[in-house]
């Protein structure tokens, strides 16, 4: 079993930055992928970047260059660093887990971009 915990959602401005943090509490070193996922308000989850154990990295196409995920097997944790946000990356941001076919999920954080 794998808990996962998000931090580092909020509010930012059209332009701006926000960096989100996963916090897991096993060691994720021989995890398959860690990635993180969003949800919009009536649209369905949807992938957003992901880093695999053997560190490959794959990004859904709409945050290509602007969000970069950094996977840390020391410190079991993976973050996702957002620039140049717009309103449509409004979600709830969820960390993943996904190993051996057995997916675990955070409890979400909700980033609101907004001026």
């Known amino acids: 079993q794998v808990q996962l915990v998000e931090s580092g959602g909020g509010l930012a401005q059209p332009g701006g930055s926000l960096r989100l943090s996963c916090a897991a509490s096993?060691?994720?070193?021989?995890?398959?992928?860690m990635g993180w996922y969003r949800q919009a308000p009536g649209k369905q989850r949807e992938l957003v970047a992901s880093s695999s154990s053997g560190g490959n990295t794959n990004y859904a196409g709409s945050v290509n260059v602007r969000f970069t995920i950094s996977r840390d097997n020391a410190k079991n944790t993976v973050d996702l660093q957002m620039n140049s946000l717009k309103p449509e990356d409004t979600a709830v941001y969820y960390c993943?887990?996904?190993?051996?076919?057995?997916?675990?999920w955070g409890k979400g954080t909700l980033v609101t971009v907004s001026s």
């Open positions: 993943n887990a996904r190993n051996w076919g057995e997916n675990y």
């Open positions: 096993t060691s994720i070193f021989h995890i398959d992928v």
